[in-house]
Structures are given as structure tokens and as C-alpha cells.
Antibody, heavy 121, light 107 residues
Framework: EVQLVESGGGLVQPGGSLRLSCAAS????????MNWVRQAPGKGLEWVSY????????YYADSVKGRFTISRDNAKNSLYLQMNSLRDEDTAVYYCSKDAGSSSSGWHDSWGQGSLVTVSS | EIVLTQSPVTLSLSPGQRATLSCRASQSVSSYLAWYQQKPGQAPRLLIYDASNRATGIPARFSGSGSGTDFTLTISSLEPEDFAVYYC?????????FGGGTKVEIK
């Protein structure tokens, strides 16, 4: 069974930093692209970032480009999101999601339970 | 960026009724469209990908159709567990984008 478990969320002041982690199990992590998707309280889904299986290809939403960095450690079956210069509007539940196909389908077939990041003074 | 517009925002129906949800793209996404279901306090679940293919374990009452800019998710006969928010998502162009969602609520 695929499991994705996020951690590292919490309360941070505007301008601060936070690092989210996502521990993966139940599948061959090194074979799949991964994403971060967020959801502000009471709002819809917003894709944040993508990383290919080998980390060779990375994309960001314009709203986080230059502030967030996605990375992965295939030896540790882990995905990360380093978030710097946080703003109030970054407040959201952050989900890690697994790509549905081994050749980067663009669909998200498994999701973690989410990690809440609150940016507030 | 491709904008996905979902309608209606809210759909009030009774169990057993048919639900028809719409997703319109600001430009053609070919068949590169998916649908997700999200219940309160839960992560989204993939229902349909490539416009019309059901994901693993998804009941046959869920079906998707469309191509280009206009897409439909149909739930043939609503079960109590189907009342939730539904999102469409495109993978035709980066950035990946989601629609604003349609809430299917009990009438």
C-alpha cells in the first residue's frame, strides 16, 4: 500500500523559513515523479512544485518561484520542500502527491494527509 | 497559464439522482484532464484521468467525457458517499492547474 506522510509544518512568522518532508513507502519511490500541492483554508487546490524521478526536471508555480526549493533523496525515499521568505498567503495545507505513472503522467494518484503551514505574526 | 472554470459552484441533489459537473479550459488541453474528489478533512482522490479513464478502484457510476476545452464528469446515481467537492486538473501545459471546484451537496 502506498503511503505518503508529510511532516515539518507549523506556525512561522512572515519572512521566515520552514522545511517540509514527505516520507514515502509502498512503492519504488525512485521511479516516480512527485509534486507538492497546497490548499489554503476553505479554498481550492493549487499546484506548487514538481520534481522528476531523477531530480533532473523541476518546475515551480510562479507564486513560489525563487522562494521555494523542491528536492528528493531517493536513498531515503523522501521528498522535501524548503520554503523561504514565507508570506501570509502561503498559509495552507501542503500535500505531497505521487505521479500516477512511471513516465511522468501529470496525474496525482496518491496523496499524503497534508501538513498545515501557518504564516502569521 | 491555462485557467479551468468549473460549473456550477454548488450542485444540490438527492441520493439516486444524476450529477453532471462541467469543466471548461481557457485553451485546448486535448484529453489531458483529470477529476478528483475531496471530502472534508481528507486529501483529494483521483477519479478520472485522460478525460475518460477511471482510476483504479473507482466505481463505474463515475464517468468522464470531453476533449479540447469542454469536459464533463457524470455520476450516474449519487450514493451518500459521493457528496463532496470535485476538482478538475489539466496536465497539457505547465503550470499544472486545477479548477475552482464544484461542491455536490445533499438537497
Amino acid at each position: 500500500e502506498v503511503q505518503l506522510v508529510e511532516s515539518g509544518g507549523g506556525l512561522v512568522q512572515p519572512g521566515g523559513s520552514l522545511r517540509l518532508s514527505c516520507a514515502a513507502s509502498g512503492f519504488t519511490f525512485s521511479s516516480y515523479s512527485m509534486n507538492w500541492v497546497r490548499q489554503a483554508p476553505g479554498k481550492g487546490l493549487e499546484w506548487v512544485s514538481y520534481i522528476s524521478s531523477s531530480s533532473s526536471t523541476i518546475y515551480y508555480a510562479d507564486s513560489v518561484k525563487g522562494r521555494f526549493t523542491i528536492s528528493r533523496d531517493n536513498a531515503k525515499n523522501s521528498l522535501y520542500l524548503q520554503m523561504n521568505s514565507l508570506r501570509d498567503e502561503d498559509t495552507a495545507v501542503y500535500y505531497c502527491s505521487k505521479d500516477a505513472g512511471s513516465s511522468s503522467s501529470g496525474w496525482h494518484d496518491s496523496w499524503g494527509q497534508g501538513s498545515l503551514v501557518t504564516v502569521s505574526s | 497559464e491555462i485557467v479551468l472554470t468549473q460549473s456550477p459552484v454548488t450542485l444540490s441533489l438527492s441520493p439516486g439522482q444524476r450529477a453532471t459537473l462541467s469543466c471548461r479550459a481557457s485553451q485546448s488541453v486535448s484529453s489531458y484532464l483529470a477529476w478528483y474528489q475531496q471530502k472534508p478533512g481528507q486529501a483529494p482522490r483521483l477519479l478520472i484521468y485522460d478525460a475518460s479513464n477511471r482510476a483504479t478502484g473507482i466505481p463505474a457510476r463515475f464517468s468522464g467525457s470531453g476533449s479540447g476545452t469542454d469536459f464533463t464528469l457524470t455520476i450516474s446515481s449519487l450514493e451518500p458517499e459521493d457528496f463532496a467537492v470535485y476538482y478538475c486538473q489539466q496536465r497539457s501545459n505547465w503550470p499544472l492547474t486545477f479548477g475552482g471546484g464544484t461542491k455536490v451537496e445533499i438537497k
